[in-house]
């Protein structure tokens, strides 16, 4: 379908998505939009990425809808591939990055985690082979892989990361955030307030790690996370110092839900300003 237009050099950009699409979504697709002469939007629940069959059959499947959000942002093709397509019988091939795979949500999750998105993505990739492939800041250790998996293969692809959206309260947009009830939904705010405190101490001068993560950590009470830790960006190792950009990052158990949440630390930039769709905590970045 895409043939016609690589052959007459259009440029094609690719947002790959699980479906049940929302504003963070959509935000990729209209940037896709702007720079591209035909936007590709996959729909691909992977069940190779889900470690409990119960969380990959409650994952919200809304194909027709999303479809139709697609469209109106600004999406050219929709694809929609079945399991059998990506995962053919006698399907025997697995993508792994070592290295950066392993920690954060490699630990909570477990190898095969990371393993499902690196082969699926290279499987889109090769699918719809793009110029540009768009990924949310939200996802932060998967764009990281994915950008180390494109530099390894020299995929002649380019990673576009665009900012996480929120909500007007700070809670950044998640599919997973319409299984939290009433009371839920209030204490998942903690994620982002402790990200926001962080920013703030940062912001008055502060540069230790140790303190920066108390301060986080006193906001996300009564919240127990399962990980909470200022890493460096490229490598994921932690840091002691605020000298160089670093990623806060930080995952938790709401009731049955699992959230993840992190901000962009910058010494030189930091803003006192708490998280909403305002501020966007990095600009688009290849």
Do not use: W
Not at 83 to 88: G, K, Q
Not at 92 to 102: K, P
Not at 196 to 207: H, K, L, P
Not at 233 to 241: A, F, G, I, S
């Amino acid at each position: 379908m895409l043939a016609p237009d690589r052959r007459a050099g259009l440029r094609i950009g690719l947002v790959p998505t699980m479906g049940a699409l929302h504003e963070g979504h959509l935000s990729l697709i209209r940037r896709a939009r702007e720079q591209c002469d035909r936007v590709v939007v996959s729909l691909f629940v992977n069940p190779a990425q889900f470690n409990e069959r119960s969380d990959l059959d409650r994952y919200p499947r809304q194909e027709a809808h999303d479809a139709g959000l697609a469209a109106e942002a600004g999406a050219d093709v929709l694809f929609a591939p079945s399991v059998e397509e990506i995962y053919p019988p006698g399907f025997a091939t697995t993508v792994e990055v070592l290295g950066i795979t392993e920690r954060l949500e490699g630990t909570a999750r477990g190898a095969e985690h990371f393993r499902g998105v690196t082969t699926v993505v290279t499987k889109l990739l090769g699918m719809a082979q793009p110029d540009i492939a768009y990924f949310g800041q939200k996802d932060a250790q998967q764009v990281i892989i994915i950008r180390r998996l494109v530099a390894d293969l020299n995929l002649p692809v380019r990673v576009e990361v665009c900012p996480t959206v929120r909500e007007p309260d700070g809670l950044a947009l998640s599919s997973r955030n319409a299984h939290l009830n009433a009371e839920e939904r209030v204490r998942a705010l903690s994620l982002s307030r402790a990200l926001s405190a962080a920013a703030e101490r940062a912001a008055t001068g502060e540069r230790s790690a140790e303190n920066l993560l108390n301060a986080a950590r006193e906001a996300i009470v009564p919240i127990e996370p399962e990980y909470l830790a200022l890493v460096d960006p490229d490598t994921l190792e932690p840091v002691t110092q605020l000298d160089e950009p670093a990623l806060l990052v930080v995952a938790a158990h709401v009731g049955a839900t699992r959230l993840i949440d992190n901000l962009i630390l910058d010494p030189l930039a930091v803003s006192t300003a708490p998280l909403n769709p305002g501020k966007a905590m990095t600009t688009c970045s290849a």
